[in-house]
């Protein structure tokens, strides 16, 4: 079976998971990972677990039993191998030989033995390890729930403890009221004539630990009360705290998304944080201004929020500056993470063995990730226990919500893991390859795109991240890619923004809590979130271009 219809049948049930029966995201996500295995032969499984080990041979010379390899390859080490050929079902084994590296003047000279040479095909010619093809036979015959289980495995291994940490840290900031403290410094600062481009930098800065939703609903009290006051401008302020919070969202881990397509496409985390950051600029900016239009377009009154808009959202809590923690311990528990990680990318960079010192390698071992976010939570936590007069108890309370919402998110994006690595196995990337061309941009283009239709259909942009992220992952592995993988991470995240419709859990936020209807929010915060996902995949192609980042 072709390899993209089994991709395509696997989204399908997912979607349709998602959609038609109203599942889980991580239901409908194993779902479509179990069909696309049941799908996948065996000899596809056994070709796509070999490929790494496998080389392909020029040309054989039958009287000496000398062997050529294509330029660039590198053939394996001497010892038995197995001789194959690539046919449209699988590999198809050939004999066992001995392969041999002698040294012939100035050249390595590559020879079989223990075979009949004439015997073997003048081209199309595979030879492997036999250990590689061994165990590529014993990935063909694995049961399709290992694979499943596998996938989803590796991916709590990998990001699994960021994302609780980050559920931890954005907790904390607000139930301690560190993140009101952010805000309010950052109103302070720009003051009311700039409230708009201050709800936007608090809504970005604050996306960086916390979930959109709680963004939102920490941030738009605010934006509702300003309205109140001044008597104008609430739409204004409604879409600047949306640009700011969704690129966030979607392009600066440790949020989900960002994260799971950093690990797909072997970007690090630090590396990530600071594509994400540069790249969200210029979205925002523009975001920003297609908000003061809309606001002139359609001025939007401030209506009153019931319980049919808004229900689910919490009771803002409105507390005085006085019981508010200060300012340096407010951002700490974000400032600390990225500048450990940054110090630590940087030392990677300028200073090949920064291990040689003492200072270099404590660096290292704090702004290793996980240790990184586990001293901004370690922190945030004390600042929470220390705003409610060091009663321990309040832990309870205040992260029990933290954890259940990291769990459900890490069983989302674990089973999106599980299902890219379900991709992974047939073989798509040599199918896509036939349609990705070889332009410089193609294979961006493609992640955003399928991105893009992935979000549309089902709803959720983290889904729609984590798909796509496991779609594409295989084909840039298996191509020699112009620029730096990180553009590949940051198309995704901007394909995930175009477009938030009935169907995606964040458009009912914004419009139950700003009382808008659906009409509205469609025209003004869906077609500025569309705007500023294009503006962003724009900005990663010219970067790709003018900035690739390669060696």
Same mark, same amino acid.
């Given at each position: 079976?072709?390899?993209?219809?089994?991709?395509?049948?696997?989204?399908?049930?997912?979607?349709?998971?998602?959609?038609?029966?109203?599942?889980?995201?991580?239901?409908?996500?194993?779902?479509?990972?179990?069909?696309?295995?049941?799908?996948?032969?065996?000899?596809?499984?056994?070709?796509?677990?070999?490929?790494?080990?496998?080389?392909?041979?020029?040309?054989?010379?039958?009287?000496?039993?000398?062997?050529?390899?294509?330029?660039?390859?590198?053939?394996?080490?001497?010892?038995?191998?197995?001789?194959?050929?690539?046919?449209?079902?699988?590999?198809?084994?050939?004999?066992?030989?001995?392969?041999?590296?002698?040294?012939?003047?100035?050249?390595?000279?590559?020879?079989?033995?223990?075979?009949?040479?004439?015997?073997?095909?003048?081209?199309?010619?595979?030879?492997?390890?036999?250990?590689?093809?061994?165990?590529?036979?014993?990935?063909?015959?694995?049961?399709?729930?290992?694979?499943?289980?596998?996938?989803?495995?590796?991916?709590?291994?990998?990001?699994?403890?960021?994302?609780?940490?980050?559920?931890?840290?954005?907790?904390?900031?607000?139930?301690?009221?560190?993140?009101?403290?952010?805000?309010?410094?950052?109103?302070?600062?720009?003051?009311?004539?700039?409230?708009?481009?201050?709800?936007?930098?608090?809504?970005?800065?604050?996306?960086?630990?916390?979930?959109?939703?709680?963004?939102?609903?920490?941030?738009?009290?605010?934006?509702?009360?300003?309205?109140?006051?001044?008597?104008?401008?609430?739409?204004?302020?409604?879409?600047?705290?949306?640009?700011?919070?969704?690129?966030?969202?979607?392009?600066?881990?440790?949020?989900?998304?960002?994260?799971?397509?950093?690990?797909?496409?072997?970007?690090?985390?630090?590396?990530?944080?600071?594509?994400?950051?540069?790249?969200?600029?210029?979205?925002?900016?523009?975001?920003?201004?297609?908000?003061?239009?809309?606001?002139?377009?359609?001025?939007?009154?401030?209506?009153?929020?019931?319980?049919?808009?808004?229900?689910?959202?919490?009771?803002?809590?409105?507390?005085?500056?006085?019981?508010?923690?200060?300012?340096?311990?407010?951002?700490?528990?974000?400032?600390?993470?990225?500048?450990?990680?940054?110090?630590?990318?940087?030392?990677?960079?300028?200073?090949?063995?920064?291990?040689?010192?003492?200072?270099?390698?404590?660096?290292?071992?704090?702004?290793?990730?996980?240790?990184?976010?586990?001293?901004?939570?370690?922190?945030?936590?004390?600042?929470?226990?220390?705003?409610?007069?060091?009663?321990?108890?309040?832990?309870?309370?205040?992260?029990?919500?933290?954890?259940?919402?990291?769990?459900?998110?890490?069983?989302?994006?674990? =089973?999106?893991? %599980?299902?890219? +690595? #379900? !991709?992974?196995?047939?073989? /798509?990337?040599?199918? &896509? @390859?036939?349609?990705? *061309? $070889?332009?410089?941009?193609?294979?961006?283009?493609?992640?955003?795109?399928?991105?893009?239709?992935?979000?549309?259909?089902?709803?959720?942009?983290?889904?729609?991240?984590?798909?796509?992220?496991?779609?594409? =992952?295989?084909? %840039?592995?298996? +191509? #020699? !890619?112009?620029?730096?993988? /990180?553009?590949?991470? &940051? @198309?995704?995240?901007? *394909? $995930?923004?175009?477009?938030?419709?009935?169907?995606?859990?964040?458009?009912?936020?914004?419009?139950?809590?700003?009382?808008?209807?659906?009409?509205?929010?469609?025209?003004?915060?869906?077609?500025?979130?569309?705007?500023?996902?294009?503006?962003?995949? #724009? !900005?990663?192609?010219?970067?790709?271009?003018?900035?690739?980042?390669?060696?």
């Amino acid at each position: 079976m072709d390899p993209l219809l089994i991709v395509l049948a696997g989204t399908a049930v997912m979607v349709t998971c998602l959609m038609a029966f109203r599942l889980h995201a991580f239901l409908s996500l194993v779902a479509g990972a179990l069909v696309v295995c049941l799908l996948t032969p065996a000899p596809a499984r056994q070709w796509q677990a070999l490929r790494a080990g496998a080389v392909q041979v020029a040309r054989t010379d039958v009287a000496s039993g000398e062997v050529t390899f294509p330029p660039r390859s590198k053939p394996p080490a001497e010892g038995r191998v197995r001789l194959f050929t690539q046919r449209a079902d699988g590999p198809a084994p050939l004999a066992t030989a001995l392969l041999l590296r002698q040294q012939d003047g100035d050249r390595a000279v590559w020879r079989l033995s223990d075979t009949g040479l004439s015997q073997l095909p003048a081209d199309d010619l595979w030879l492997a390890p036999v250990a590689a093809w061994e165990a590529a036979v014993a990935q063909s015959r694995r049961h399709p729930l290992e694979v499943v289980a596998d996938g989803f495995g590796d991916t709590c291994r990998g990001i699994g403890l960021l994302i609780v940490l980050a559920s931890v840290i954005g907790q904390c900031l607000t139930e301690s009221g560190a993140a009101d403290r952010i805000v309010r410094w950052i109103q302070a600062g720009l003051g009311e004539p700039r409230a708009s481009q201050g709800f936007a930098l608090s809504g970005f800065l604050l996306g960086i630990p916390v979930f959109f939703d709680t963004v939102f609903y920490l941030l738009m009290p605010l934006g509702r009360g300003l309205a109140a006051r001044t008597g104008r401008d609430f739409l204004l302020y409604t879409l600047s705290i949306v640009a700011g919070a969704t690129m966030a969202h979607s392009l600066v881990p440790p949020t989900p998304g960002p994260l799971f397509a950093a690990q797909a496409f072997g970007v690090s985390v630090g590396t990530m944080m600071a594509g994400g950051l540069v790249v969200g600029g210029l979205p925002v900016l523009v975001g920003l201004a297609y908000a003061r239009w809309a606001n002139r377009r359609w001025p939007i009154p401030l209506r009153p929020v019931g319980d049919d808009g808004g229900g689910d959202a919490p009771a803002p809590v409105v507390r005085s500056p006085d019981t508010l923690p200060s300012l340096g311990l407010s951002v700490l528990p974000i400032l600390l993470p990225v500048s450990l990680i940054a110090a630590s990318e940087s030392l990677k960079a300028f200073a090949p063995a920064p291990a040689a010192t003492a200072w270099a390698g404590t660096i290292h071992f704090l702004g290793q990730t996980q240790m990184s976010l586990l001293l901004g939570t370690v922190i945030a936590v004390l600042v929470l226990v220390r705003q409610n007069g060091w009663r321990w108890r309040i832990l309870k309370d205040a992260l029990a919500p933290a954890v259940a919402s990291g769990g459900v998110i890490l069983l989302i994006t674990a =089973a999106g893991g %599980a299902f890219g +690595a #379900a !991709l992974r196995q047939t073989d /798509v990337a040599s199918r &896509l @390859a036939a349609f990705s *061309g $070889s332009g410089h941009f193609a294979l961006l283009t493609a992640a955003f795109a399928v991105t893009a239709l992935v979000r549309i259909a089902q709803g959720s942009a983290t889904v729609a991240m984590i798909t796509a992220a496991g779609v594409v =992952a295989p084909l %840039a592995a298996a +191509a #020699a !890619l112009p620029y730096h993988p /990180v553009y590949l991470a &940051l @198309a995704v995240g901007c *394909g $995930s923004k175009p477009i938030p419709w009935l169907n995606d859990s964040g458009f009912w936020i914004i419009s139950r809590m700003s009382g808008m209807t659906e009409a509205e929010t469609l025209k003004t915060a869906s077609v500025m979130m569309s705007l500023m996902g294009c503006v962003g995949f #724009a !900005l990663v192609l010219l970067g790709a271009w003018l900035l690739p980042l390669t060696p």
